[in-house]
């Protein structure tokens, strides 16, 4: 007979140094059946008990590599759908809290996009249609869609490379759900402003008239992340004022006033590498999630690199710190007593669709 699964309610009120010594137990307990994975924006008080780190894509990859019959991922709801995808059969993927999502990947649903793909498709013609493109950073079904309309996945860090691909398939994209990428990605491909058109999810049409449309290369979802919104390129130049000599660097999910502000741009696996290779000395400004900034700011303090926050507010993924200690524990101990809890299984044909745009990704990369 089954055990059935405890509460959560009994573990919210447990202190945090509890939880510690509760984790490692169970973890012990658990052996090599399980595998606990950390985004590089996770709290600090979860990141130290993973046994995986880095970021989205990464993570799903190493994963799925692994013995381990158990996957719990401490991120976010689209990151464990992905480990999923990836994943065997004989693998379960858990998420402690299922309330930690994504309000950027929550800007992009299935419906929005097939209206808008409807709405495209009354104004181009087949040859003008346009390649679907959406970040990592979204929805399985969203994955499915592009899989399913010859379009396919992109990363902070390949999101060039992958506009390349798509503009040799047709004459435009239709980029979602982060803005900011898409802008970035497409300027550094040397396409102007002006033929990078926002498509507002809540206008008919996108808010735009059928001339902006043939005319645009690239449509860009009217989708941003809630933590890179709040850098400004005011706090870079308030940071070359103080130190002349400092470099900042940031994430392609800030604005493109802020990018092009920047001395580099990239991934969060980009920004960690470009800090550590740097000489010993240097000031940095970062424009990222905060968890992330102050791991690496301890990092690399024996090298005497001086990493700072740009924002002057505190800017952190919220919906994933909903992954705190008491969830881990919770989902934890539940696996060693034999109950899954929160299990993330993405439908077979859906899986299927997006594994083929995440492939496609992968082939050109």
């Not at 691909?165 to 900011?180: A, G, I, M, T, Y």
């Not at 800090?275 to 424009?287: C, D, M, P, Q, S």
Request: net charge negative; aromatic share 8%.
């Amino acid at each position: 007979m089954q055990a059935e699964a405890i509460n959560f309610e009994s573990f919210d009120d447990i202190q945090d140094e509890a939880c510690v010594q509760r984790i490692e137990e169970a973890k012990r307990s658990l052996g090599k059946s399980t595998v606990i994975l950390a985004h590089h924006y996770q709290r600090a008080d979860v990141y130290r008990h993973a046994d995986l780190t880095g970021d989205s894509l990464k993570l799903a990859y190493q994963a799925a590599k692994t013995d381990a019959d158990y996957l719990v991922f401490c991120g976010v709801h689209f990151m464990a759908e992905v480990a999923d995808i990836l994943s065997s059969n004989e693998q379960t993927v858990i998420l402690p809290d299922l309330a930690a999502g994504c309000s950027m990947a929550d800007m992009a649903n299935l419906t929005k996009v097939e209206r808008a793909w409807r709405e495209l498709a009354e104004i181009l013609s087949p040859e003008e249609m346009v390649t679907p493109v959406t970040y990592i950073n979204s929805a399985a079904d969203l994955k499915a869609f592009c899989g399913e309309h010859g379009g396919i996945v992109c990363t902070s860090s390949n999101a060039v490379k992958i506009l390349e691909w798509s503009f040799q398939q047709r004459e435009k994209v239709l980029f979602f759900p982060d803005q900011h990428l898409g802008r970035w990605s497409g300027h550094q491909l040397g396409i102007s402003l002006d033929e990078m058109q926002v498509w507002d999810f809540d206008q008919p049409m996108g808010g735009l008239t059928p001339e902006q449309i043939k005319q645009a290369k690239i449509l860009l979802w009217k989708g941003h992340c809630s933590v890179h919104q709040m850098f400004q390129p005011q706090h870079i130049l308030k940071f070359r004022n103080q130190h002349p000599d400092g470099i900042v660097i940031s994430h392609p999910e800030c604005s493109f006033e802020v990018c092009n502000a920047s001395d580099y741009v990239g991934s969060t696996e980009y920004i960690i590498r470009t800090i550590a290779e740097a000489k010993e000395g240097t000031r940095w400004l970062v424009g990222t999630e905060l968890n992330l900034v102050s791991r690496i700011a301890e990092e690399f303090k024996p090298q005497n690199k001086i990493v700072q926050f740009m924002s002057p507010l505190v800017c952190m993924c919220s919906t994933m710190a909903r992954i705190d200690p008491q969830h881990l524990t919770w989902a934890l101990e539940n696996l060693a007593n034999g109950v899954v809890v929160n299990q993330i299984r993405v439908p077979q044909s859906e899986a299927e669709l997006a594994k083929l745009a995440l492939d496609r990704m992968l082939t050109i990369s």
